[in-house]
Nanobody
């Protein structure tokens, strides 16, 4: 079994920063692409950023220059550093990972979500 556990969300003022973490655990053989998605109230879940197993990153236009995704393969952990936060960044943030298990099965896994609220 594989689990993704997120941490680091909270309430922050506009212009502030937060760092999200997501640790994968369980019977993991290899982790491929990891990413962060978010879902605001009344909206669909959307991609925020992704990082491949080799370290190549992709950030959507709305967060470029403000958010940075990174990963620590030794810890099976992905991070999202969020700077210059805006009220429109308010959402539940979900971790996502493409994982091959020790048994050979490969699939997409999701974390439980962590709330980020940007408000004065």
């Amino acid at each position: 079994q594989v689990q993704l556990v997120e941490s680091g969300g909270g309430l922050v003022q506009p212009g502030g920063s937060l760092r999200l973490s997501c640790a994968a655990s369980g019977s993991i053989f290899r982790i491929y692409t990891m990413g962060w998605y978010r879902q605001a109230p009344g909206k669909q879940r959307e991609l925020v950023a992704q990082v491949t197993g080799e370290g190549s990153t992709r950030h959507v236009d709305s967060v470029k220059g403000r958010f940075t995704i990174s990963r620590d393969n030794a810890k099976n952990t992905v991070y999202l550093q969020m700077n210059s936060l805006k009220p429109e960044d308010t959402a539940v943030y979900y971790c996502n990972a493409d994982i091959q298990r020790n048994a050979g099965n490969r699939g997409t896994y999701w974390g439980q979500g962590t709330q980020v609220t940007v408000s004065s």
